[in-house]
T-cell receptor, first 113, second 113 residues
């Protein structure tokens, strides 16, 4: 199972763009990259998933270089409510993923007013 | 989107008693469910993989006789913490995969006195 490495914490201010990078040097060919958000005492919530290049949805963008050994989650114009822990996971995949996902340390994003 | 529901959200019990936590997939069938445990300020740790109609697969270091997992139907998996002790106090989270995405329950906060 691919191991992920992320910064333990990041600080930002409201309205700024935040980029969180995750390293996954041992990613396998059939692994997807998925980012989750977790608030205290809640289960993680899906943010975005991608395989290569760039993926964008209504809340975030995910940038994946050609070698897929890292990925960057981009949150545009963060607000106080974006303060949470963000996890990068590799594995699973489309078509009914049943592969177990191992969580890394995650990145605690603290957004200041 | 798909919904995974956990019950109870909070439970307090006396040391030595057993506690059952339910995890339901509300609008999809889950042949597989994952159980995680999370201690304060730590990441999620995978405990076991629950498979409908067969025995669960436990991660290394997780006592299968202490954490009983039953997956009797395609929509319900249960985790029973037997003879609970204060060190079992934690946040337990279930998840189920569908169409490439992993959906998480709300989590269950167990406090053992």
């Amino acid at each position: 199972l691919a191991k992920t490495t992320q910064p333990i914490s990041m600080d930002s201010y409201e309205g700024q763009e935040v980029n969180i990078t995750c390293s996954h040097n041992n990613i396998a060919t059939n692994d997807y990259i998925t980012w989750y958000q977790q608030f205290p005492s809640q289960g993680p919530r899906f943010i975005i998933q991608g395989y290569k290049t760039k993926v964008t949805n209504e809340v975030a963008s995910l940038f994946i270089p050609a070698d897929r050994k890292s990925s960057t989650l981009s949150l545009p114009r963060v607000s106080l409510s974006d303060t949470a822990v963000y996890y990068c996971l590799v594995g699973g995949g489309y078509g009914g993923a049943t592969n177990k996902l191992i969580f890394g340390t995650g990145t605690l994003l603290a957004v200041q007013p | 989107g798909a919904v995974v529901s956990q019950h109870p959200s909070r439970v307090i019990c006396k040391s030595g008693t057993s506690v059952k936590i339910e995890c339901r997939s509300l609008d999809f069938q889950a042949t597989t469910m994952f159980w995680y445990r999370q201690f304060p300020k730590q990441s999620l740790m995978l405990m076991a993989t629950s498979n409908e109609g067969s025995k669960a697969t436990y991660e290394q270091g997780v006592e299968k006789d202490k954490f009983l997992i039953n997956h009797a139907s395609l929509t319900l998996s249960t985790l029973t913490v037997t003879s609970a002790h204060p060190e079992d106090s934690s946040f337990y989270i279930c998840s189920a995969p569908t169409t490439g995405e992993l959906f998480f329950g709300e989590g269950s906060r167990l406090t053992v006195l």
